[in-house]
């Protein structure tokens, strides 16, 4: 594979922009390849999975195309494919292209989530046929520079003038952010002014149910920053923030799109189930922690190499039921200590203390509490709270004479001398 060039030119007009080596990155722009349907020379991206759909824009296509229809070429200019069945898009300056014979390329993988405004700023790869300037007449070479989104008018987003910018025969070409596996594109050029403005792209969210509905089988993983698919708990959706008890049932939901390859869900606790094609896929959680849920597809590319691609965005916090068991411990005090493991789902312990009258003792909210009491029978109760519901539990316990201190009953004197076995007990 040649080396890249920086794909565009300048603000200055017709000064050719400065090469770069490109060479550890080309291999992930293998799709773009150039349009040529009779009219302006163009870019477009291999996005069928199956090889056999090109994504262009509209304006690239004239009215009547040519006789000999459209010809899209890969890089390595061997690889040439004709077409005389297109179909623009009733909106949107964009194109499907149906080859008449599959593109033996790996397919780009298009990002149906949304171009944000936390996005203005973000780096994209702008990868065309372009002139490198205005008048150059080196077009029908791939090349590619990065530049920034600048803004984001309706269905639209704008790069930057001062880095690369699209020239005649980049039209049609795709804009790409970097995801973990490769490249996905978010955009599809729409103008090429190279470097007097501001180079508009149609954003792909809009139109990827499109290019569904056309028989394209779009490859959208991985999916690095797209919600591509979501899980329910019984209280709505999973975000990591609202907790589920363990045992819960949850179901997770696949993207709209059609799989490229065999889904499978991965749900981060040691356990995997292939994924419902048509529905959803219910799991439960068989004990407590915070859990990253994936799906995997294992895709086989146009050549013949397996891949398998995962993404996970969704986090399951589980938590325990609540327990509120405990155990009494009889010396000085009565100790009310809890059974059940503490964890980071608890949000309240609290303790009552009544009488067989029921008559209120005594109360505390420590995790282990310490109660004084005199002789006599005790209801001792402890309520528990965690995120996921509240638990209590009641035991009576008989305090005898010698049990604990009975320290209201004596008088000044005798409350001194009673303390100091204990004092000195504590100190040593």
């Not at 080309?26 to 090109?54: M, Q, Y």
């Not at 013949?304 to 589980?318: I, L």
Request: negative net charge; charged residues 20%; contains cysteine.
């Amino acid at each position: 594979m040649r080396a890249a060039i920086l794909a565009t030119c300048l603000l200055t007009g017709s000064t050719p922009a400065l090469a770069v080596s490109g060479a550890l990155e080309d291999e992930g722009f293998t799709a773009v390849v150039a349009v040529d349907a009779g009219g302006p020379e163009c870019t477009g991206t291999l996005v069928d999975a199956l090889g056999r759909g090109v994504l262009t824009a509209s304006s690239c296509i004239p009215e009547g195309v040519a006789p000999d229809g459209v010809v899209v070429t890969a890089d390595d200019g061997t690889s040439s494919v004709r077409s005389l069945r297109y179909i623009r898009h009733h909106e949107a300056d964009i194109a499907i292209i149906h080859l008449d014979a599959v593109l033996d390329l790996p397919a780009m993988i298009v990002s149906p989530g949304p171009v944000q405004y936390a996005d203005v700023g973000k780096t994209v790869h702008l990868v065309g046929f372009g002139e490198s300037a205005a008048d150059a007449g080196d077009g029908g070479v791939r090349r590619w520079g990065t530049s920034t989104i600048a803004s984001l008018p309706a269905d639209q987003f704008t790069t930057t003038t001062g880095e690369s910018t699209l020239c005649a025969g980049d039209l049609g070409a795709p804009a790409l952010e970097r995801a973990s596996l490769g490249f996905v594109q978010v955009g599809v050029a729409s103008s090429a002014r190279c470097g007097v403005g501001q180079d508009s792209f149609v954003r792909l969210e809009a139109v990827v149910p499109w290019l569904q509905a056309q028989g394209v089988r779009v490859s959208t993983s991985p999916l690095d920053s797209v919600a591509s698919y979501r899980c329910d708990g019984p209280d709505g959706p999973l975000d990591g923030l609202q907790p589920i008890a363990v045992g819960a049932e949850i179901a997770c939901l696949p993207p709209t799109w059609p799989a490229v390859g065999e889904r499978t869900w991965d749900w981060g606790d040691g356990r995997q189930t292939p994924a419902e094609e048509d529905g959803a896929t219910t799991h439960a959680f068989e004990a407590a922690g915070t859990y990253e849920i994936g799906l995997c597809e294992d895709v086989v590319l146009p050549d013949g190499d397996p891949v398998s691609r995962c993404t996970g965005h969704v986090q399951a916090w589980v938590c325990p039921e609540p327990d509120a068991s405990f155990r009494i411990e009889q010396g000085d005090t009565v100790t009310a200590r809890p059974t059940a493991a503490g964890s980071s789902c608890d949000t309240a312990d609290y303790w009552i203390v009544r009488d067989l009258q029921g008559t209120f003792v005594a109360s505390s909210r420590n995790r282990t509490a310490r109660f004084d009491l005199d002789a006599g029978t005790y209801d001792i109760e402890h309520r528990v709270r965690t995120y996921v519901g509240p638990a209590g539990v009641t035991q009576t316990v008989d305090v005898a004479e010698s049990g604990c201190s009975t320290l209201s009953a004596r008088s000044g004197a005798g409350l001194l001398l009673s303390l100091l076995p204990l004092l000195w007990r504590r100190r040593r």
